[in-house]
């Protein structure tokens, strides 16, 4: 086992969150023939990581959480890394490491809840928020799903009706793991392209003050000179990406021509894509998951060769034992 020692109780919770009676806590929860793993291993998910935290953010009381407990001024993109990485933690790694990757945030989110000081969209003043509130963590966890699908399906391949089901049947492990309920999931991928369709054109996504200071420090974060060119392609990917009712309620710009550059970014990279080298193409995660993939399936082969072969007695080699030479002086 490569993750830490389970209790009764993580075993039951892991059970429960992939809907089986039996789980290897030493293997992942997913696997490589999953369309899960297919999605998740391409670094490219990585220019849709601003599009999923300009959703989140548009929430107000999710903004008002990072905005009062993170350290998104100095840092910007830690808030990020960290949810990234969480998700490919949940995707690629044994089920105990998984489960307590889990642990560690739930542990950061249990300090992160206030009040809203100012009235923002529906939400009036002095509305308590927490980060474990599921409605919350389901729009957050809904922002991560929805944004893998839009960026794999523009600049990899497209997945189909039953990719995406399957895509989105898979992510129901993990939204279980981080303790949203059954009951408030969508129950399939069409219902839950309308809560998606419904939280973006509907109120509750409201851009207030705590939002816009989040998303200037995602868009024009603080960084060396030589990265900044890096950052404004990334920019430019992040907004073109965005649904256009979100795009327009944080103000931010996109014309025709805009979009037409987009749509050439994206035929380039399908065409550049599969002869990008592996080990620049996939997510360290995957890359390892895979590795070890491997070596299971390898030591399971030959423990079973090894069991379905006979041993044979080893035969007794006697060799006259050489004279012993003696030197002068001996």
Known sequence: MHGPLLS???LARLRAACGRETVDPARSLFGPGSVTWRVNREAVLLLGGGRALLLQVAHPL????VAAHSEFRAHPLRRLWRTLDLMLTLVFADGATALGAVRTIEGVHACVHGVL????????RGTRYEANDPALLLWVYATLVDTALVVYERFVEPLGVDGRAAYYEGSKVGARLLGIPEAMMPP????FQEYVDDMIRGDVLAIGPASREIAASILRPAVP???AQAFRAANFVTVGLLPPP???RYGLLWSAAQERALRALVTLARRLLPFVPQRVRL???ARRASLTAVGLRSGRRRGEMTRGTPTRPRRA???EAAPRRRFPGR
Not at 117 to 124: L, Q, R, Y
Not at 188 to 191: D, E, L, N, P, V
């Open 8 to 10: 009764a109780g993580d």
């Open 62 to 65: 999710v903004a008002a959480g």
């Open 117 to 124: 000081e100012a009235p923002s969209g529906p939400f009036p």
């Open 188 to 191: 399939t991928f069409g219902r």
């Open 225 to 227: 000179l030589g990265l």
């Open 246 to 248: 979100i795009r327009a």
């Open 283 to 285: 997510m360290p995660h």
């Open 317 to 319: 080699r006697h060799r």
